[in-house]
């Protein structure tokens, strides 16, 4: 009844022999076929939705041309145009994309890998794993970090440079008089909360600054709401507070009003990310541009690579940031 | 290299027969084997991270428990949730999602389903179908429209209610004062921009006003700026304009701010979706809340019965949708 169209449905509405339809169909073997009757095959092909049975080449090569995309939360806003960028990047190499969501929980990527193993996907982009990441180590399918790295390296990684967009903010925050700058750092178990929070320390040592920090439980307005409120009773005195990504800086304003105080007047505050539409908070973010976008593209690329040539060095990527000045940091009252 | 393990491999891991391996790990014959032995054997499955093989099923089978999900662009921020609630609801019943992106393109969307059938998928559901949908109609395997439907009705959807919400919002601009109200429409050819114009001929009507349309060539902010320019340059009246969706309401507000005129001061404007972070826009956006997330899940479900059972009835799913009143609308000047 729903029963896909077969090569044989296909011969016979060209009026030819399932051999010859077979042939026609296959760019390698096309030139055996008369020009006139290959065209009216592709014609019946197109006409009947036919397409080739990746299943039954899937088992005799063992691939799938599918590659599994792990992200914690795709309405974490970061995540949709890198995982666009996947897409597209996998697409000009005829793949596609399984996508599951984890939730950050290693539990839940477990069962995903697994049931997506099952599926014979050719390869793995995770944008989820920590930075001991021994579990994503173990996956015998060539697997690309994308916006997380691991520690030892040992998993090609596309990341922004979180490092180089801490120092433009801490320079950004200088220039603007401030040398009381606190940190609500993300979770110091991901890469992008570790790298921005050792950039802090060594941006802030290098300007001769005191650092103050308060890690946030997680990358979310609340976490970073929470954390806020930590931060400014123990140091009252900060005049700014970079927050460890976009959704933290949004928790810092909710906080930073429900202490009366306002933001930029009495506290300048940064994100990292630019994730769509924090031009538009109020007031607007001063952060830092990732190009999520191209970092999806990138690990594509990366895992194409890898699925070709298994064995290569696991390379990282590294791709440059910049610092976006809007109207959450002002100069320090005098 | 990195061939996945076979149940070869994990039956020598075990110490076992291939065949006692096979017969421990599938839960039908589980009892043919003693405990002991089952259990030494999923324990070497789980060691090596063996996966049933789902493409030797697949093929036997000509199923892949995995589902075709389109969507024009994932970076809509409509889209995200409702992918999120399709994972999960898929998920649960053991099902995978293969994301892809089509910009609203018919040629892009056939060239990925096409490449999706080829992957053996059992079904697909879509965020893309415009009204007519010939084409979606064609497709002989399962398919549930999400958030879009066809006006034929030939194809179950999942969808909010497009015109009680548009005659929530003409009541709140109505008990404002209002009784010059523009509309800048989505596309006539998506279910969701047809919906929401003729709910707003219709509230319209029934409030005794007259109708002012402009439509806009797509369901975004540029697109939504140049209607809004078009509608106000020829009725310079208004007092009101409901965009066909949040991101047209954006394109509202940047246009009046061109032409001059505030928000909510001089012109209320209402949007539709209550998409992520338009409650933190300047002004903060009265619009529409649709069940984003319980959309995608409420699609899964009916994919999953119509896989079950591919010749019943197309249903029609309509989920509820409430006003959110914030500062984009203020009572009319007097």
């Not at 397409?51 to 806003?77: E, Q, W, Y």
């Not at 995540?79 to 539990?107: H, K, Q, S």
């Not at 909360?193 to 040592?205: I, M, N, S, V």
Request: some cysteine; charged content about 20%.
């Amino acid at each position: 009844m729903n029963r896909p169209p077969t090569i044989k449905d296909v011969a016979e509405r060209a009026g030819v022999h399932a051999a010859t339809a077979s042939r026609a169909l296959n760019p390698a073997t096309r030139g055996m076929v008369n020009a006139r009757t290959a065209n009216r095959v592709a014609e019946a092909a197109r006409a009947l939705g036919y397409a080739p049975n990746s299943a039954a080449r899937s088992l005799r090569t063992r691939t799938s041309s599918v590659a599994g995309v792990l992200v914690p939360d795709l309405r974490n806003p970061v995540f949709p145009p890198i995982v666009r960028g996947i897409e597209d990047g996998l697409r000009d190499a005829g793949y596609m994309a399984l996508v599951g969501n984890t939730d950050g929980d290693p539990e839940r990527e477990r069962e995903l890998v697994t049931a997506m193993r099952g599926r014979q996907i050719d390869g793995f982009i995770l944008a989820t794993s920590s930075r001991s990441a021994a579990f994503a180590a173990d996956v015998a399918v060539p697997t690309v970090l994308v916006n997380r790295r691991t520690d030892n390296g040992g998993i090609p990684s596309v990341t922004a440079d979180n490092a180089a967009g801490i120092h433009l903010l801490v320079r950004h925050l200088a220039e603007l008089g401030h040398t009381r700058l606190g940190h609500v750092a993300g979770p110091r178990e991901l890469s992008t909360g570790w790298e921005r929070y050792r950039a802090y320390l060594d941006a802030t040592a290098s300007a001769g600054l005191e650092p103050v920090v308060e890690f946030a439980d997680a990358f979310t307005e609340t976490a970073g709401h929470a954390a806020t409120l930590r931060l400014l009773s123990a140091h009252p005195e900060l005049t700014a507070v970079l927050a460890g990504n976009d959704l933290i800086a949004l928790g810092c304003y909710s906080a930073l009003a429900d202490l009366g105080r306002t933001v930029p007047g009495d506290v300048s505050v940064t994100g990292f990310n630019d994730m769509p539409f924090v031009d538009r908070q109020r007031p607007s973010l001063t952060t830092v541009r990732i190009p999520h976008y191209d970092l999806g593209r990138e690990a594509a690329r990366l895992l194409l690579e890898r699925i070709a040539a298994p064995d290569s060095p696991a390379k990282r990527v590294v791709l440059p940031v910049e610092l976006v000045s809007r109207d959450s940091t002002a100069p320090v009252k005098s």
